[in-house]
C-alpha cells in the first residue's frame, strides 16, 4: 500500500511539474510528463498515462485563440503524416525491451534539449512546405509512436517558418492534439492500453490543469529564459538517467 500511495503521489506531481512548465513556457506538457514517468514506468506505459492530459490540454490550447481554421488548412498534410508515422513507429515502443525502450526515450528528450539548448536560426521559406510538411509529419509521428516525446521535428519546424505567435501556439497545440489522438490508437493496436493506465491519466488532468495555472501565474514574475535553462538542464538530466538503463 505504501509503494501504490508513493507511485500515485510521483504521478501526480509529475503532471503538477508539467503542467506548471507548460504554464510558464506555453509548452512541454508532454515531454516532462515522460522523462519523469519514466523514471518509474515503461516508457509505453508512461506514453498510456500522459494520454488524457495531453489531450485535454492541447485541444484547450489549439481552440483558444482566432487561427484554427487557417492552422488547419495550412498543416493540413502535416497533420495527416502524423498517425501514419505513429503506426509505423509504435511497435518499437510496444515491442522494444524496456531498458532499451527507455534508452529510446530518453535519446529523443536530449535530442530536443540539445536542440533547444543550441537554438539555431533556421527559416524555412513557406513555398517548401508543400513538400516538407507531409515529411516533417511523418517523422513527427514516427518519434511519438516510437518514444512517447512530441517535439521532434514538429517544433523546430513551425518556429522555423516564422509564423507569428499566437498562430505558432495554435498550430503546437494541433499538432500536439493529432500526436495524441495518434498514439492513442497506435497503443491501443498494438494491445498496449490497460484500463488502469487510462483512469490513472484521468485522474493526471487535474494536477496537470494546475499545474498551468499556477505557471501562468508566476510567467510574469520570473525570468522565462533563466527558467528555460534549468528546464532543459533537468530535462537532460533525466535523459542521461534514462539512456543508461541498458548499461546498468
Known amino acids: 500500500m505504501t509503494n501504490d500511495i508513493a507511485t500515485l503521489i510521483w504521478l501526480l506531481g509529475a503532471f503538477l511539474l508539467a503542467g506548471l512548465v507548460k504554464g510558464v513556457t506555453g509548452m512541454g506538457l508532454p515531454t516532462v510528463a515522460m522523462a519523469l514517468l519514466g523514471a518509474l514506468y515503461s516508457p509505453v506505459v508512461a506514453a498510456a498515462l500522459l ?44 515491442q522494444l525491451d524496456a531498458d532499451w525502450a527507455a534508452f529510446s526515450l530518453g535519446s529523443a528528450l536530449m535530442l530536443y534539449s540539445i536542440y533547444s539548448f543550441w537554438a539555431p536560426a533556421i527559416n524555412i521559406l513557406p513555398k517548401h512546405e508543400s513538400w516538407l510538411s507531409p515529411i516533417i509529419g511523418l517523422l513527427t509521428g514516427w518519434i511519438t509512436g516510437a518514444t512517447g516525446v512530441f517535439v521532434l521535428p514538429a517544433v523546430p519546424y513551425l518556429q522555423a517558418l516564422g509564423i507569428a505567435r499566437n498562430e505558432l501556439i495554435q498550430a503546437l497545440g494541433l499538432s500536439f492534439t493529432v500526436s495524441t489522438l495518434a498514439l492513442l490508437s497506435s497503443l491501443a493496436l498494438q494491445h498496449s492500453l490497460e484500463t488502469v493506465h487510462l483512469a490513472l491519466s484521468l485522474y493526471a488532468v487535474l494536477p496537470a490543469l494546475a499545474g498551468m495555472w499556477l505557471g501562468g501565474l508566476i510567467r510574469s514574475r520570473i525570468s522565462t529564459g533563466q527558467f528555460r535553462g534549468w528546464f532543459l538542464l533537468t530535462l537532460s538530466l533525466l535523459a542521461v538517467d534514462l539512456m543508461s538503463r541498458p548499461f546498468r
Open 51 to 94: 494520454i488524457v492530459p495531453s489531450l485535454i490540454t492541447n485541444i484547450w490550447q489549439f481552440l483558444k485563440g482566432g487561427y484554427r481554421w487557417h492552422v488547419l488548412s495550412r498543416f493540413s498534410s502535416m497533420m495527416l503524416g502524423i498517425p501514419v508515422g505513429a503506426f509505423l513507429g509504435a511497435p518499437l515502443l510496444s
